[in-house]
């Protein structure tokens, strides 16, 4: 099934959609430009911010239900940005509103944990003002009605990413971390910027609606689309080649690793490779890449996520390899499409729900990371378990919980693709139920391992009751939304549906393989983590592991091809510069200054020498005057 | 008919020219440059009479002209230079140079 | 109304009032001079509200006859690409003298001994004459004027006014001008004889010249200049000297303002008087552009000075500039003519921020930074939105240009010429812009409190006052750039109508989308 005709649309709570945007995008400016005044409410505008987004997102959703189905496509028009090229406009469908509410519901409980975990920052009305920049940024993204549009958003997500990792800038790490994510993205926004202009040479216009619609023709190099487009993607998903960055940017605070580093920003490469769908359906060799990478790093992310010791880093390496399953649907086409939004709902919940009780146990351990020094932490610490406890059991895929729906979804649109693909989905969920078993027990089971002044206790109810609604979406999202179909019929609009929708084969091959996997990859976990003593000191391992905390080499990988090279490049250009291109200005003008510093002296200062050369002139100028003759 | 004169204001200007290069005294090489300039003034006034017209003899009263401000302000140099150097050579006067 | 002259006018009687004020009497000179910039742009601001394009290419057109036996005039008028330039000067003028307030008192830590203060506001309101008469004068031995008279202000705010080195890059900046702007002299006088039109007015000379080896020659005297000016690679290094140098204040001036003469040169003067021979050296251009881009940006990257810092950027920005002129679509020449207008604005508040930086510290060199965010927030993040904006963060207004000239150059048809390679290398410097840009901004702003910086004060209220304008123009112009950019479509137009260039269609045309936008 094609997706639907888009129709443009005034009047109603759609036509005011932008104020989604506008009042998160306020609320950013009056706390950066009221200062210090606004100190003492400020969190709570940011919160009030964030939330009345929310509401206009859930009664646009109600207003768009209330169309009919073929209708659900509406674009808002808003301005013109650049004359004779782009109109700014929103394009509101079942895409890019599953997006809003993820973005404002879950970013709102964040908002709301955030005045918890924030409260004894100096800064922390600068944080909820970035934290609104950021979910203003990300409506546009997914709200824009064009590319153009979108890659303001994509960008302005990136900037309060930086914001945010770089916080605590006064730490190097922290500003270190904030730069290198900029700059690989950068990397992912060069493919992006070139995608787009492909886009406008081919078709003349950034609009979705007529591009998309046309993407499938004869004569569009749909293939080098669709491949830029990954590599920006690549670059915001932290996809393989350029993951690098998210590791990093565990330096912001977890709020932000939660929000942004794993439920919403990240997955903007998924949003931009479902969103231009069409250019992919047209191009099997970009999809092939797309399902390569996202296999790529599901794989790559389990194994980081498997050898981390910092509880934040370890659940980065999962958020890499979650998104890898996301992109690998994505791939596949419209059978994954659904699948691919499903689980980025779901992991949404349950990533967030398990970086917030992160976030937690930090909070009461002294801002600890090193799970080695945690454990026993479920006997004090009631709700965070539970909480995180659902999520992780979530995300392992346990039956019946929102991950076993949503992934087990992709793993078997995988397998229906190409088998080969399918069975290292299967590995990368078994890989998944031991890391992220290893986190659970190493810090809420097992002997306490804490430091001497660490008294660890419940948080504050402003962050549990965030863990507890997060908790519930990780429970019943998938379910709802997987059983019957019911959002790929909701998604079909946007994005097309199948011919014949997947069905649903509990007992398949694959699905009980997996299951006996996560059971095995859990169970020696808990033999290795939860039952047994785990040494303070990481012990020194195998190269595989050594491998796997290095980050598979990503970082060295970077430095020895990109980074020296570079600052090698840098310095001989300088040296060129100064000594080559100066120097050869400098060098004329040391030459001219030269030859004139040894003809003065001619100039010798006798009155009567000078007196004799003029005669001479004189001479040979009568003399010329005589040989022309005629005088 | 005006050839004498011009043979004659060859003559002066010559001796000035040659004055002026061979003599080191200011004075001397100062009245050789007057000698010049009145030998030009002769043949401005005897091109003048050739052709039958005044712009020759208009050139002369310029040329007296400056060579007067030349005399007053020339003296007063050398007469400067002289009260400072206690000399009147010119090949002594050679700190303009390079 | 004789718009233009007046706006010519006002500023040099300012001038001679500001140097004509008696001995002491520096705040008054101050004052006078701030007053008569803001005179100047509340006259811009009313003359720009006036103007409707559309209506004739021309507009405020006086012509009257100076040397007449060589068909010399006094002729000013404007266009949209003029216009937004005369304003942009109009605009940072004030804000540079705003800024400039105790750069010649001699109290920086960085600054030369106590010169005379009212010379120094005397030669900026001077400038500002030059550089409005520069992009108004539509007859060219009158452009040729301006274009070397501007030199002689800003020589003596970089020589007398500058930093250690200020005779050196003084000496340097009016000698390479002084050149560039000879091989034009000669170009314009053989312009004049060889057209056989007796006249030095624009209009009428644009096709006058139909060979195409004339065409060539006469258009590589302007170029030159136009290159030396703007500065395109190779001709660049008296740039770095140069702002490097300059106080702050005259630093905007010469690279926000006097630069961009000479890529408005390029676009009114080489295009439209030699279209031939700028379709043939259109891959000369290109190339040097593209090499400028990638090569300034890298250099910029091994800066250890801000401000060579910014100026090699700067270097990096002209290069898509030239590009975007030479790719002669409607698209890439409007994005350079806006990109000439927010790069003034951009560079003018990271040079200008930059210059509130070294007045407290005493040094332009990055390393005697660090942990600024933590004393002076205001400074670093005012610092982060001018640098953000130098990097072309969508959303502010140099992203915008960037991307007309990139999408418009990739999209040029003109002449089968792989207009695709250069863009696609130019794209490259975006990723360049954030590692040179945020790398200093790392160095500069964080970490952990350098003990030099520790006392290191806010901005104060004069500075805020100069910073916040340009802010909310850059904020501003990359949401809705539609005003600025509905006044240079039309004379954008019309100049590549004289260049006769294909337009741009696209290889697959979409059709109209009812409510899809386009």
Same mark, same amino acid.
């Given at each position: ?36 005044? !606004? ?35 509406? *674009? ?15 394009? *509101? ?199 390569? #990478? ?32 996301? *992109? ?54 009631? #709700? ?21 729906? !949503? ?24 890989? !998944? ?55 790929? !019929? ?90 080559? #291109? ?50 | ?98 | ?23 002491? @009497? ?73 800024? @400039? ?65 200020? @005779? ?228 502010? @207004? ?121």
């Amino acid at each position: 099934m094609e997706p639907a005709e888009i129709f443009p649309h005034s009047g109603g709570v759609i036509g005011v959609s932008w104020l989604m945007i506008a009042l998160p995008l306020l609320g950013a400016a009056i706390l950066l430009l009221g200062g210090r005044r !606004t100190d003492r409410w400020g969190h709570f505008l940011g919160v009030a911010m964030s939330l009345a987004s929310f509401v206009v997102g859930v009664l646009t959703f109600v207003e768009l239900l209330g169309l009919g189905e073929e209708q659900r496509r509406r *674009v808002v028009e808003l301005f013109e940005f650049i004359p004779g090229m782009v109109n700014m406009g929103l394009l *509101v469908d079942p895409l890019s509103i599953s997006f809003v509410l993820l973005i404002t519901g879950v970013g709102s409980l964040i908002h709301i944990y955030s005045i918890g975990y924030m409260s004894h920052d100096p800064g922390r009305r600068r944080f909820f003002a970035y934290l609104n920049l950021f979910v203003a940024a990300m409506l546009l993204l997914v709200l824009a009605d064009n590319y153009v549009g979108m890659f303001i958003g994509w960008e302005g997500v990136g900037l309060a990413s930086y914001l945010l990792i770089g916080f605590w800038q006064h730490k190097p790490s922290a500003a270190t971390a904030a730069q290198k994510a900029f700059i690989v993205n950068r990397v992912g926004d060069f493919g992006l910027l070139v995608a787009m202009f492909l886009i406008w040479t081919t078709f003349g216009s950034f609009a979705y609606g007529p591009v998309l619609g046309a993407a499938g023709d004869a004569n569009v190099p749909a293939t080098a689309i669709g491949l830029l487009l990954l590599l920006g993607a690549c670059g915001k998903s932290a996809q393989l080649p350029l993951q690098s960055w998210l590791l990093d940017a565990m330096e912001g605070p977890t709020p932000v690793s939660a929000l942004i580093h794993a439920a919403t920003m990240v997955t903007a490469g998924v949003y931009l490779i479902v969103r231009s769908g069409a250019f992919f359906q047209a191009a099997p060799t970009a999809q092939l890449v797309v399902t390569i #990478v996202g296999v790529a790093t599901l794989l790559a992310g389990a194994i980081i996520g498997t050898a981390k010791d910092d509880i934040k880093k370890a659940l980065a390496g999962s958020t890499m390899s979650q998104i890898g399953y996301m *992109v690998l649907a994505a791939g596949l086409g419209p059978i994954g499409y659904a699948f691919a939004i499903a689980h980025l709902i779901t992991h949404g919940f349950f990533k967030a729900s398990m970086f917030l009780g992160a976030g937690s146990v930090m909070h009461a351990m002294n801002d600890e990371v090193d799970m080695r020094k945690y454990g026993g932490l479920a006997s004090v610490m009631k #709700v965070t378990w539970a909480t995180f406890g659902l999520g992780y059991l979530a995300i392992i895929g346990f039956p019946l919980l929102s991950g076993y729906w !949503t992934k087990d979804g992709i793993i078997e649109a995988a397998m229906e693709h190409s088998p080969i693909l399918g069975w290292l989905a299967v590995i990368g969920a078994g890989l !998944t139920g031991f890391y992220m078993s290893r986190v659970f027990f190493m810090t809420f089971h097992g002997k306490r391992r804490w430091a001497e002044d660490a008294h660890p206790h419940e948080s504050p109810a402003v962050m549990t009751w965030p863990l507890i609604l997060l908790s519930i979406g990780s429970v019943f999202g998938g379910a709802f939304l997987i059983v019957g179909n019911r959002f790929m !019929t909701f998604l079909s609009p946007a994005v097309g549906a199948p011919e014949e929708p997947l069905g649903f084969h509990p007992f398949s091959v694959p699905g009980i393989t997996t299951l006996v996997l996560v059971a095995i990859g859990a169970g020696y976990a808990w033999t290795k983590y939860g039952r047994s003593e785990v040494p303070a000191v990481a012990p020194r391992g195998s190269f595989l592991t050594t491998f796997a905390r290095r980050d598979l080499y990503g970082d060295a990988l970077n430095e020895s091809l990109f980074m020296r090279p570079g600052q090698w490049l840098t310095r001989l250009a300088v040296f060129f510069d100064n000594r080559g #291109v100066d120097g050869l200005v400098n060098g004329l003008a040391a030459g001219i200054g030269g030859s004139s510093g040894r003809l003065r002296r001619i100039q010798t200062g006798f009155a009567r020498s000078y007196a004799l050369s003029m005669l001479f002139g004189a001479a040979v100028v009568a003399g010329a005057l005589l040989l022309v003759g005629n005088l | 008919m005006t050839t004498h004169y011009l043979v004659l204001s060859a003559l002066l200007f010559s001796i000035g020219a040659v004055g002026v290069l061979v003599r080191r005294n200011a004075i001397v090489v100062f009245m050789c440059v007057e000698l010049m300039l009145n030998a030009c003034n002769l043949a401005f006034v005897t091109f003048a009479r050739q052709h039958g017209n005044l712009d020759g003899q208009i050139i002369a009263f310029f040329v007296m002209v400056v060579a007067a401000a030349e005399v007053v302000v020339g003296l007063a140099i050398i007469v400067t230079i002289f009260r400072t150097r206690r000399s009147a050579s010119v090949d002594d006067a050679n700190l303009l140079k390079y | 109304m004789p718009w233009l002259s007046i706006l010519i006018a006002v500023p040099v009687l300012g001038a001679v009032a500001v140097a004509l004020l008696p001995k002491g @009497s520096d705040k008054a000179a101050k004052q006078l001079a701030l007053g008569v910039s803001l005179v100047v742009l509340v006259l811009t601001l009313v003359m720009a509200v006036q103007f409707a394009p559309g209506n004739g290419r021309w507009a405020f057109q006086e012509t009257y006859d100076w040397i007449p036996s060589f068909g010399v005039h006094y002729a000013v008028a404007v266009d949209g690409i003029a216009l937004v330039l005369i304003a942009l000067s109009a605009v940072l003028v004030p804000i540079v003298i705003l800024a @400039s307030w105790h750069d010649a008192d001699g109290t920086g830590a960085d600054n030369p001994p106590k010169r005379s203060v009212k010379t120094y506001f005397s030669l900026l309101l001077v400038l500002e004459a030059m550089m409005i008469g520069v992009f108004a004068a539509t007859d060219i031995f009158l452009f040729y004027v301006f274009f070397e008279a501007m030199l002689i202000p800003m020589y003596f705010m970089i020589g007398s006014y500058g930093g250690a080195q200020r @005779s050196y890059a003084a000496v340097k900046f009016l000698l390479y001008s002084l050149f560039g702007g000879l091989l034009m002299l000669v170009a314009v006088i053989a312009l004049y004889s060889i057209a056989g039109k007796s006249t030095f007015l624009f209009p009428e000379l644009i096709g006058a010249i139909q060979d195409p080896t004339t065409q060539k020659w006469l258009f590589a005297g302007f170029f030159i200049a136009f290159a030396i000016k703007a500065p395109l690679w190779p001709f660049h290094t008296w740039l770095p000297d140069a702002a490097a140098q300059a106080p702050a204040g005259a630093a905007v001036l010469l690279v926000g303002v006097l630069d961009k003469v000479g890529t408005y040169g390029m676009l009114r003067f080489c295009l439209e008087l030699f279209p031939d021979a700028s379709k043939f050296f259109i891959p000369l251009v290109v190339v040097l552009s593209v090499i400028g881009i990638v090569y300034g940006a890298i250099v910029a990257i091994g800066q250890t000075d801000m401000k060579r810092l910014i100026a090699y950027t700067s270097i990096s920005h002209f290069g898509f500039i030239a590009l975007g002129v030479f790719a002669m679509t409607a698209n890439s020449a409007a994005g350079a003519t806006l990109y000439m207008v927010n790069h003034g604005f951009s560079t003018g508040a990271l040079f200008l921020i930059a210059g509130f930086l070294i007045y407290r510290r005493g040094s332009s060199y990055i390393a005697d930074y660090g942990g600024v965010r933590n004393v002076a927030p205001l400074l670093a993040g005012t610092f982060l939105i001018a640098g953000l904006s130098g990097l072309s963060l969508p959303g502010l @207004s140099s992203f915008v240009s960037e991307f007309m000239v990139l999408v418009g150059t990739f999209s040029s048809p003109v002449e089968n010429f792989g207009f695709e390679i250069p863009a696609i290398i130019g794209a490259t410097g975006v990723v360049l812009a954030a590692i040179y840009i945020l790398w200093m901004y790392k160095r500069v702003a964080t970490g952990p409190t350098a003990e030099s910086v520790s006392g290191m004060k806010d901005l104060n209220g004069r500075e805020k006052l100069v910073i916040v304008p340009l802010i909310a123009l850059i904020i501003g112009l990359g949401f809705y750039p539609k005003p600025l950019l509905d006044v240079i479509n039309p004379a954008v137009g019309t100049t590549l109508a004289n260049v006769s260039v294909p337009a741009f269609a696209p290889a697959h045309p979409v059709a109209d989308q009812k409510g899809a936008g386009q």
